[in-house]
């Protein structure tokens, strides 16, 4: 396999792996927005007659906890927090190994670029050095 070949084997492979970081950063993404809106739930609407009786039935210290948060659990902010980080730190990674791979493929380019000049100064040069004054004289007769 020659030079160019494999350059561009490497460089198929390289926007084969970006073209999955996007996908599953897009799963991230939207894991995140999920997070992300469950955390700025609105609280609970307590003016509300029916909310009132609702939580007045049950007078628990857990609903009453309840109660004061808002309505939201405490532990499930917590998870959302971690999950957000989480998102975030994958998300980072997915850019950071984007990065790599869009300098690996601009030195590909430039290398490919580079045996691409290589060989046509090579053809070029030696169809000049075929090229006789004969045929030249020729072609100025006819």
């Known amino acids: 396999m020659n030079e160019a ?23 991230f993404i939207a894991g995140y927005q999920q997070e992300l809106e ?6 609970l609407d307590d003016s509300s007659s029916v909310v009132k009786d609702l939580f ?33 730190k994958n998300l980072n990674d997915h850019i950071s ?7 690996e493929l601009g030195k590909l380019v430039d290398k490919v670029t580079m045996l691409m000049d290589a060989d046509l100064e090579k053809n070029t040069s030696k169809d ?3 090229f006789s004054l004969k045929q030249l004289d020729g072609d100025v007769e006819q």
Request: charged share 20%.
């Open 5 to 27: 070949s494999h350059c561009f084997n490497k460089f198929v492979q390289r926007v084969s792996h970006l073209s999955e970081m996007h996908q599953s950063s897009s799963k």
């Open 97 to 103: 190994k984007a990065q790599i791979y869009s300098k």
């Open 128 to 130: 000049l050095s075929n």
């Open 38 to 43: 469950k955390l700025r739930r609105p609280p």
């Open 56 to 88: 007045k039935g049950v007078p628990s210290p857990r609903v009453k906890n309840y109660i004061e948060l808002g309505g939201h659990h405490l532990q499930s902010k917590r998870q959302s927090l971690v999950k957000l980080n989480g998102f975030l």
